[in-house]
Structures are given as structure tokens and as C-alpha cells.
């Protein structure tokens, strides 16, 4: 339309942009609006009647004693105290199950799967995360990365619950190093807004002022938060623990290596060739040794480089190195061939499946230019 004007093109395409991102900006706020409306219906029914007080500390007290609580003042001026619902409260993993199984959770792991498998790094436990960018894959990265991320837009999110204003309160909530801090605007304290509230990383509530009490609303979103906080580390936790019990023994010894070369080459027999050259490393602990995916009597003058080969470097921890193969020419075509990306071990067994799975790939897909 514009491909004698280009300067009119690019003003075109500019204001195609900022239309199409006016109207998601749009749909967002509606959605936002439309879940809040749900909230605000279904709140009141969240809460049960447990008990009334003549006195707001003591009805505060049991408040704070009974876990996820609020105190309201009732018409003839005493204090109700009504906890929430055990049989409404949410279900997390139910909610997961349900994600994980919708239309677009399927769509988004197939998605990752498959760039993982054009990359020849799928199941290989190398602890990297495809990460998406703009709504695009671009790339790997640290799992602890990636999934911390996430970790930080969650936070953000329900940092918007306890940030704003409460009765004479206007709160802001920040990470400050070990846990959430939340400090009111209207209160200064060492040249700084004054801190009134501190959540630790296990979810232990520290209240800094004693006015806090008195905003139910308050209360309630900083108890929202605790149980928010309490789940997330509790997973991470459950995680960390895992990773320090992961191949705690030695694969094998120096006494009992040769043992483990064999096992590797038996079950490697079937997608490598020729696995003559492997063997102990410096010290007689680790493996190492060159492979070639080609028979030794194709290798032209002899040479195991003039094949397709690969050198392996295998640790007693379990880690195994990277193995990028070699023995093609032309650089499109080197390029084109997946590494197996550096991971770690549980057995000897998991090591040597890997392996084998990805020099099977590479021999079928990536021919020899010989």
C-alpha cells in the first residue's frame, strides 16, 4: 500500500501497534474488573460467625489466634469475629490440575517440548528452562531463573491485594532481602517511610504497629499473604531438599570403574559403532574416551577425527559433560546438529540411556559427508 512511502509505511504500521495494544490494555481491564465484581459477591459468603466481644483487643486477639480471620462490628455495638470456611477455602492443587489440563496449558508444554526436542535437549535433565520472551521462545535458561521470574509476577500480584490504602493507612509492600516488608506512607520513621509489618520467608507475621489490628481489611490481606508465602516456600523447600539428597553416593569407585565402562558400552552397543577409545580419566576416577558414529573401516586414512565423533566425559557425582559431536565440513551443517547439554545422574543407567538416545538421533538425522 505504502511501498513507494516508506516513511508513511512505517507511521502505518506505528499506529496499527498502538491500536492493537489499546485494545488488549482494554480487555485486561475488563477481565480484572469482571474478577473483582466475582470476588466482591462471593467474600462475604468465605466467612463463618464464630464468636462475639463486648471488648475489639480481645475479639482481636482470638482473631489473630484462629488464623485466616476478620472482626466486623455488629448493629448493637459489640464484635464479630468470623473465620474463614474450611470447606471454601481454595484448593491449589485442584486449581493446578485444572490449569494443567486446559486447551492452552496442553498447547503451551507441547510447544516447549517440541523446541526442546528440535534442540536435542528433551529429558535430558541439564536443569534449563526454554524461556519465553515477548511471547516467543528465545532460548534456555537457568531453571531457578525462569521459574523466579514467574516467582516475581506472582508476587507482584499479590502485592496489589495489601498495597493501598486502608482506613488511615496507605500501605506499600516491597522484598527487602528476607521476606516482605510493608511500611504506610503517611508515617515516617529514619528519613524513611515507616515499616508496620514484616512477613518472613516461612510466613511468620510480625506486626510493627499496634494500629494494624484495628483494620480488619488489613488484617486480612496481610493473613492472605502469610498463607501465599508459606505455600510458595514450602515448595521451594520441598525442592532444595530434594536436590541435596540427589546422588549423594559415588556412581562407581576405583576399584569398581571398569565395571562402569562396561556398563556403558553395553548399552551403547546398539547406537554407537565404535567405543574402543573409552576409558579412565587423570587419577582413574572419571571416564572419558572418544566415540564415533561411524565404523572404524569407513574412516578415511584411519583417523577417528575424520569421523563422526564426539568425546565423553563422565564424573562419578553423576555429572555428565557436554558432548557436541564433530566430523562434518560445512558449517550450516555443523551447526544444524544438537548437543547434548550437561547434566546430572542419578545412575550409570539414566547416563548411558541419555546418551544413547541422543547419538541415535544425531547418526539417523545427520549422515556423514563421506
Given at each position: 500500500?505504502?511501498?513507494?512511502?516508506?516513511?508513511?509505511?512505517?507511521?502505518?504500521e506505528?499506529?496499527?501497534?498502538?491500536?492493537?495494544?489499546?485494545?488488549?490494555?482494554?480487555?485486561?481491564?475488563?477481565?480484572?474488573?469482571?474478577?473483582?465484581?466475582?470476588?466482591?459477591?462471593?467474600?462475604?459468603?468465605?466467612?463463618?460467625?464464630?464468636?462475639?466481644?463486648?471488648?475489639?483487643?480481645?475479639?482481636?486477639?482470638?482473631?489473630?489466634?484462629?488464623?485466616?480471620?476478620?472482626?466486623?462490628?455488629?448493629?448493637?455495638?459489640?464484635?464479630?469475629?468470623s473465620?474463614?470456611?474450611e470447606?471454601?477455602?481454595?484448593?491449589?492443587?485442584?486449581?493446578?490440575?485444572?490449569?494443567?489440563?486446559?486447551?492452552?496449558?496442553?498447547?503451551?508444554?507441547?510447544?516447549?517440548?517440541?523446541?526442546?526436542?528440535?534442540?536435542?535437549?528433551?529429558?535430558?535433565?541439564?536443569?534449563?528452562?526454554?524461556?519465553?520472551?515477548?511471547?516467543?521462545?528465545?532460548?534456555?535458561?537457568?531453571?531457578?531463573?525462569?521459574?523466579g521470574?514467574?516467582?516475581?509476577?506472582?508476587?507482584?500480584?499479590?502485592?496489589?491485594?495489601?498495597?493501598g490504602?486502608?482506613?488511615?493507612?496507605?500501605?506499600?509492600?516491597?522484598?527487602?532481602?528476607?521476606?516482605?516488608?510493608?511500611?504506610?506512607?503517611n508515617?515516617?520513621?529514619?528519613?524513611?517511610?515507616?515499616?508496620?509489618?514484616?512477613?518472613?520467608?516461612?510466613?511468620?507475621?510480625?506486626?510493627?504497629?499496634?494500629?494494624?489490628k484495628?483494620?480488619p481489611?488489613?488484617?486480612?490481606?496481610?493473613?492472605?499473604?502469610?498463607?501465599?508465602?508459606?505455600?510458595?516456600?514450602?515448595?521451594?523447600?520441598?525442592?532444595?531438599?530434594?536436590?541435596?539428597?540427589?546422588?549423594?553416593?559415588?556412581?562407581?569407585?576405583?576399584?569398581?570403574?571398569?565395571?562402569?565402562i562396561?556398563?556403558?558400552?553395553?548399552?551403547?552397543?546398539?547406537?554407537?559403532p565404535?567405543?574402543?577409545?573409552?576409558?579412565?580419566?587423570?587419577?582413574?576416577?572419571?571416564?572419558?574416551?572418544?566415540?564415533?558414529?561411524?565404523?572404524?573401516?569407513?574412516?578415511?586414512?584411519?583417523?577417528?577425527?575424520?569421523?563422526?565423533?564426539?568425546?565423553?566425559?563422565?564424573?562419578?557425582?553423576?555429572?555428565?559433560?557436554?558432548?557436541?559431536?564433530?566430523?562434518?565440513?560445512?558449517?550450516?551443517t555443523r551447526?544444524?546438529?544438537?548437543?547434548?547439554?550437561?547434566?546430572?545422574?542419578?545412575?550409570?543407567?539414566?547416563?548411558?540411556?541419555?546418551?544413547?538416545?541422543?547419538?541415535?538421533?544425531?547418526?539417523i538425522?545427520?549422515?556423514?559427508?563421506?
Amino acid at each position: 500500500m505504502h511501498a513507494n512511502h516508506p516513511e508513511m509505511a512505517k507511521k502505518w504500521e506505528k499506529e496499527k501497534k498502538v491500536k492493537k495494544e489499546t485494545k488488549v490494555r482494554s480487555l485486561i481491564k475488563k477481565m480484572v474488573r469482571e474478577i473483582m465484581d466475582e470476588e466482591k459477591l462471593t467474600e462475604k459468603n468465605k466467612y463463618k460467625f464464630v464468636k462475639k466481644f463486648k471488648d475489639l483487643k480481645a475479639a482481636q486477639k482470638f482473631a489473630s489466634d484462629s488464623g485466616e480471620a476478620v472482626v466486623t462490628k455488629s448493629k448493637d455495638g459489640q464484635w464479630n469475629v468470623s473465620v474463614l470456611d474450611e470447606a471454601k477455602k481454595r484448593d491449589y492443587k485442584a486449581e493446578y490440575k485444572k490449569y494443567g489440563s486446559s486447551t492452552k496449558a496442553k498447547k503451551y508444554r507441547a510447544e516447549l517440548n517440541a523446541y526442546n526436542r528440535k534442540k536435542g535437549t528433551y529429558g535430558n535433565g541439564d536443569g534449563k528452562d526454554a524461556s519465553h520472551k515477548g511471547g516467543k521462545i528465545s532460548g534456555f535458561e537457568k531453571e531457578s531463573v525462569n521459574r523466579g521470574r514467574a516467582e516475581k509476577s506472582r508476587l507482584k500480584k499479590e502485592q496489589k491485594l495489601i498495597e493501598g490504602k486502608f482506613g488511615k493507612f496507605d500501605t506499600g509492600v516491597g522484598a527487602k532481602g528476607n521476606g516482605l516488608t510493608m511500611w504506610d506512607r503517611n508515617q515516617s520513621q529514619g528519613g524513611d517511610y515507616k515499616t508496620i509489618a514484616h512477613i518472613s520467608d516461612d510466613g511468620k507475621l510480625t506486626i510493627r504497629d499496634k494500629n494494624v489490628k484495628k483494620e480488619p481489611k488489613l488484617m486480612k490481606a496481610l493473613s492472605i499473604m502469610v498463607a501465599a508465602q508459606k505455600d510458595y516456600w514450602r515448595v521451594v523447600r520441598r525442592q532444595f531438599e530434594g536436590k541435596l539428597t540427589e546422588a549423594t553416593e559415588p556412581l562407581w569407585t576405583k576399584e569398581t570403574v571398569k565395571d562402569a565402562i562396561n556398563q556403558i558400552k553395553k548399552g551403547l552397543k546398539n547406537a554407537v559403532p565404535y567405543l574402543d577409545d573409552i576409558g579412565t580419566g587423570f587419577g582413574g576416577e572419571s571416564i572419558i574416551g572418544k566415540i564415533s558414529l561411524d565404523p572404524k573401516k569407513s574412516w578415511p586414512n584411519g583417523y577417528i577425527e575424520n569421523s563422526r565423533w564426539a568425546l565423553i566425559h563422565f564424573f562419578p557425582n553423576g555429572t555428565l559433560d557436554t558432548i557436541r559431536m564433530n566430523g562434518w565440513g560445512d558449517y550450516k551443517t555443523r551447526k544444524a546438529v544438537p548437543i547434548l547439554r550437561k547434566s546430572k545422574n542419578k545412575t550409570i543407567k539414566q547416563a548411558t540411556d541419555r546418551m544413547g538416545r541422543y547419538f541415535t538421533v544425531v547418526r539417523i538425522k545427520h549422515p556423514s559427508e563421506k
